[in-house]
């Protein structure tokens, strides 16, 4: 798949934290509670991330901020890339968000394709999310799903392996693909994949179901151990 070409892994986490700057909590004054949901963030997607890329040896970009300030896994002028809590504020306030917080994030991720791919080098990130287990009334019937642009065969290919190896080490999980979400769907993956060819990369988005962070450490941490080692055995 690779023609001999040297492989330059890298991990990111859009939404590792709910954090919130102090030059904006006023914003976000009485909606605590929402800051901890699926909305402020992705539960235990942090440390899925950190696992992974000790793993694989790659670099790690990660955000804490809150995705309610601004939404690093959507492009510029996406309707969505402010929340209902930001979107009203005025333009400056708004830019001033997206030079300190969204632009450095995704320069940052970019720039590791980038500086591997002038090397010479493939590149596979794996962007790590989880999901709500259950979204306006309608369950996600999926423990793990693995998001991926169907047209691009390494991406195809590795998933189906991935996949593969999960059912086999845990048959009880259900693993999905291109799902809870369609992986051509507009995020950082999808964003990267109009600037770099399949020669040069290809972008899979890690989802995990929250109710498995919400289980006792051994239980999650197994998960973990396995989505890791399913994905080491795919890419052998």
């Not at 209902?84 to 970019?110: C, F, G, M, S």
Request: aromatic content about 8%; hydrophobic content about 35%.
């Amino acid at each position: 798949m690779t023609n001999g070409t040297e492989i330059q892994y890298l991990v990111s986490c859009e939404h590792g934290g709910n954090e919130i700057p102090p030059a904006y909590a006023t914003l976000f004054r009485g909606y605590e509670t929402l800051l901890n949901t699926h909305r402020g963030y992705d539960p235990g997607a942090l440390i899925m991330a950190q696992e992974l890329a000790e793993a694989l040896r790659a670099p790690l970009v990660s955000s804490t901020t809150s995705r309610l300030l601004v939404e690093l896994n959507r492009s510029p002028g996406h309707h969505k890339l402010f929340s209902t809590l930001v979107r009203n504020q005025p333009a400056n306030v708004k830019a001033e968000i997206l030079r300190d917080y969204y632009h450095p994030y995704r320069e940052a991720v970019e720039r590791h394709v980038a500086d591997a791919v002038q090397q010479g080098r493939w590149v596979i990130h794996i962007s790590s999310h989880s999901f709500t287990p259950e979204l306006n009334g309608e369950v996600r019937n999926a423990d793990v799903g693995l998001l991926y642009d169907p047209e691009r065969q390494g991406e195809l290919g590795l998933c189906l392996r991935w996949q593969h190896a999960l059912c086999q080490a845990r048959p009880e999980l259900r693993i999905r693909r291109n799902y809870p979400y369609a992986g051509k769907s507009d995020g950082m993956c999808t964003f990267l994949r109009k600037r770099f060819t399949e020669s040069q990369y290809l972008g899979i988005e890690l989802e995990i179901n929250q109710k498995h962070t919400l289980q006792p450490e051994a239980d999650w941490a197994w998960l973990r151990e396995t989505v890791i080692a399913s994905l080491l055995l795919s890419l052998a």
